[in-house]
C-alpha cells in the first residue's frame, strides 16, 4: 500500500510539472497570437488608408542638355502644322493675348538679340507675330491642345472599359489608335498650351532657351553662319508645265498622221537645284526654331518618363491596399487562434481547481 501511495505521489508531482509548462507554452503562444493578431490589424488598416494617387515628379530643362543637343545634330528644325479651326474659343483668345504681351515679349527680344548679332546683311528678322507663328504658339494650338487632351482622357476610358469587356470574353483586343495628332504633333501642341497658359513653364522655358542663346558652341555655329558661302546645293522635285509629246493625243488636225499624236502642255516632274549652305549651316531663325524644338521634345521625353515612374508607383500602391482584405483575414484568424488557446487554458485552469481535496491531500 505504501508503495502505490509513493507511485501516486510521483504521477501528481510529474503531471504538475507537465501542466506547468504546459501554461507557460500556452501563455507565450496566447500572447504571440495577439501580438500577431494586432500586427496584422495595423498592415490591413495601412494598406487600406494608403493612398493610391501619385502626381508625377515636376520636369525641369537645363540649358545645357538644349546646348549639348543643338550642338551635336546640324539637322533642321521639324515644321509641324495644325489645321486651322473655323473658330478660336474666347478662353483660347484671352489666354492668347496675354501671353504675347506677357511671356512671348521676352521670348521675342532673346530671338531678336540673338539673330541681330549673327544674322547676314540680306536676312530678314521675324516679327513677333511671325515667329510665333512659325513656332506654333497661337491660339488655335491651346484649343487643338485641349481638344486633343480631352479626347485622349475619352479614349483611355473607352479603351480600358474595351480591353475589360475583352478580358471578360476571353479575347484578345486589337490595339488601336484613333488619335488625329501624331506623337510629334501631339508633343507641339501640349507644350504650345502650356507655354502660353503656365507662367511656370513660360518662365522655365524662357531661362532655359536664353541660357542656350549664350552657349559658346551655339555662338560658334551662328558665327560658322556668317562666314559661310553658298557652296552646296539644294535640290527638289517640283511640277512644271511642259510641251511634251502624246502619241495618244487627237488635238491637233494631224493627229493621224506619223508619228501619231500632237504636242501637248502637261506638268510634269523636274529636279531643281538651288544654292544653300553646306551642311550644318543654318541661319539665326533656323537655330533658335531649332532650341525652342529641342526644348520641346527634351519636356516631353522628361514628363512622359515621370508619368511612367508616377504609374509605377501608384500600381504599387494599388497593390498594397488591395492585400488589405487578405490582412484583415489573417488578423481575424490569428485573433481566433489566440481565443481558443486561452479557452483551452481556461478549462485547464478549472479543471485543476475542481479535483478532489483527496488528491490535494495526497500530493502533500
Not at 159 to 186: C, I
Not at 275 to 299: C, H, K, L, Q
Not at 341 to 356: G, K, N, Q, S, Y
Request: glycine residues 4%; aromatic residues 10%.
Amino acid at each position: 500500500m505504501p508503495k502505490l501511495v509513493e507511485i501516486r505521489v510521483w504521477a501528481l508531482r510529474l503531471e504538475r510539472a507537465y501542466l506547468a509548462g504546459l501554461r507557460i507554452f500556452i501563455l507565450v503562444f496566447a500572447t504571440l497570437c495577439l501580438l500577431g493578431a494586432g500586427f496584422f490589424l495595423l498592415d490591413g488598416a495601412r494598406r487600406a488608408l494608403t493612398s493610391t494617387e501619385v502626381a508625377p515628379e515636376a520636369v525641369t530643362v537645363s540649358g545645357e542638355e538644349i546646348a549639348e543637343a543643338i550642338a551635336a545634330s546640324s539637322q533642321g528644325a521639324k515644321t509641324a502644322e495644325t489645321a486651322s479651326t473655323a473658330s478660336v474659343s474666347e478662353v483660347a483668345q484671352k489666354a492668347h493675348a496675354a501671353f504675347m504681351a506677357g511671356p512671348f515679349e521676352t521670348y521675342f527680344k532673346a530671338y531678336k538679340a540673338f539673330a541681330e548679332a549673327h544674322k547676314k546683311p540680306e536676312d530678314k528678322l521675324l516679327t513677333k507675330e511671325e515667329l510665333a507663328e512659325q513656332l506654333l504658339y497661337t491660339a488655335e494650338a491651346i484649343d487643338a491642345a485641349s481638344a486633343s487632351e480631352a479626347e485622349s482622357a475619352a479614349e483611355a476610358a473607352a479603351d480600358a472599359a474595351a480591353a475589360a469587356y475583352a478580358s471578360a470574353m476571353g479575347e484578345e483586343l486589337d490595339p488601336s489608335s484613333g488619335s488625329e495628332w501624331s506623337p510629334y504633333e501631339a508633343a507641339y501642341l501640349e507644350t504650345s498650351r502650356k507655354f502660353q497658359t503656365e507662367q511656370a513653364f513660360a518662365e522655365a522655358q524662357i531661362a532655359a532657351v536664353t541660357q542656350v542663346l549664350a552657349d559658346q558652341r551655339v555662338v560658334a555655329l551662328a558665327k560658322k553662319y556668317q562666314t559661310a558661302e553658298k557652296t552646296a546645293q539644294s535640290c527638289s522635285t517640283v511640277q512644271r508645265m511642259r510641251t511634251v509629246w502624246d502619241s495618244n493625243s487627237m488635238a491637233c488636225a494631224d493627229w493621224f498622221y506619223a508619228p501619231r499624236g500632237c504636242q501637248v502642255r502637261r506638268a510634269v516632274a523636274v529636279e531643281e537645284c538651288v544654292p544653300a549652305y553646306p551642311e550644318g549651316v543654318e541661319s539665326p531663325n533656323e537655330t533658335f526654331a531649332r532650341i525652342d524644338e529641342a526644348y520641346r521634345m527634351e519636356w516631353v521625353a522628361k514628363a512622359a518618363d515621370a508619368r511612367a515612374v508616377a504609374q509605377a508607383e501608384e500600381m504599387e500602391k494599388e497593390a498594397t491596399k488591395a492585400g488589405a482584405p487578405s490582412a484583415f483575414l489573417i488578423a481575424l484568424g490569428v485573433f481566433g487562434a489566440f481565443v481558443t488557446v486561452m479557452f483551452l487554458f481556461l478549462l485547464i485552469a478549472v479543471e485543476r481547481h475542481l479535483r478532489p481535496r483527496r488528491d490535494v491531500s495526497a500530493e502533500v
